[in-house]
């Protein structure tokens, strides 16, 4: 059950209007990593978490907080698009300043939301549940959380570097750190995970079903072989199942495709045209 408290969990006033940059916020209201994002990201899958427990309870409680960090920035937005020009804009036009306001504003936020904020990005996309993962595996769970933190928090310091505006800046100050440690809780559940688990690939089943002998090897499928100096190419694996190998010149281990000829009733091209040779008669 969830219940609606009226105030904010931080400020979300800007010194003064600027319809262009609520069309920015956007990106992480409605974007790919934006909050509307994350919330329900989180939300799902302490939903689909079977069973009670801290990991469930840690879902559910920043799932709830990223709910209010939608609050926050839908407030925000509309306060930014305060005394947004929505009357006769050709007139409006002929006055610079409010020109370049039409051409950067959102022409959406006046037409369709009515100066408020909508479930969108900055480029007037909607939101797509298809941004969301909850796979009931955690430790899955958990690292594409780490992602989702980490691209938001580098689009909102972007944002942060793109306004002058003190009250917004205030408010970004605030996302970007708990963008922190959320990125911090996620990494210690991941830790935590691994050790309980003892592993770092995600459990899904048996290892034995694995080609063993390619667990753990590079293969080198560019030009240049800076990546044998990695890590990830020279001693223990890091799930401790194997050692790294580098192969610089790795060969084909299966054959040339050849796949039969479809059936006439198919009228595909005919194997013979394929190889450029010369079609005999009766298939003429």
């Keep these: 059950m969830f219940y609606h408290i009226k105030e904010l969990q931080y400020k979300a006033k800007p010194e003064r209007p600027d319809p262009i940059f609520a069309r920015q916020l956007q990106e992480i209201l409605g974007g790919q990593f934006g909050e509307i994002s994350v919330a329900l990201q989180y939300l799902f899958q302490g939903w689909n978490t079977r069973g009670d427990g801290k990991y469930k309870d840690l879902l559910m409680d920043t799932g709830a907080e990223e709910l209010a960090h939608i609050e926050m920035l839908a407030t925000m937005i509309a306060r930014l698009l305060d005394g947004a020009p929505v009357g006769d804009l050709e007139v409006a036009a002929k006055d610079p300043v409010i020109g370049a306001i039409l051409g950067g504003m959102n022409p959406q936020h006046a037409i369709v939301s009515g100066l408020g904020a909508m479930p969108a990005d900055s480029v007037g996309n909607k939101w797509s549940a298809d941004y969301i993962i909850a796979s009931g595996n955690l430790l899955a769970d958990f690292r594409a959380n780490l992602n989702s933190e980490s691209q938001g928090r580098l689009q909102a310091v972007r944002l942060y570097e793109a306004t002058t505006d003190r009250g917004v800046k205030d408010m970004l100050s605030w996302l ?27 459990s899904t089943f048996p290892r034995e079903l694995e080609k063993r002998e390619v667990s753990h090897v590079l293969f080198n499928y560019s030009r240049g072989n ?39 009733y198919i009228h595909d091209t005919l194997p013979a045209v394929l190889r450029d040779q010369e079609i005999p008669p009766s298939l003429k």
């Design 226 to 264: 800076e990546s044998a100096t990695g890590r990830w190419a020279n001693g223990p694996s890091i799930d401790g199942e194997g050692v790294f190998q580098y192969v610089e010149n790795p060969q084909p281990f299966g054959k040339k495709p050849i796949l039969k000829p479809a059936p006439p």
């Design 176 to 202: 970007i750190a708990r963008d922190t440690m959320h990125q911090n809780q996620w990494l210690a559940a991941i830790y935590e995970l691994e050790c309980k688990e003892n592993v770092v690939v995600p």
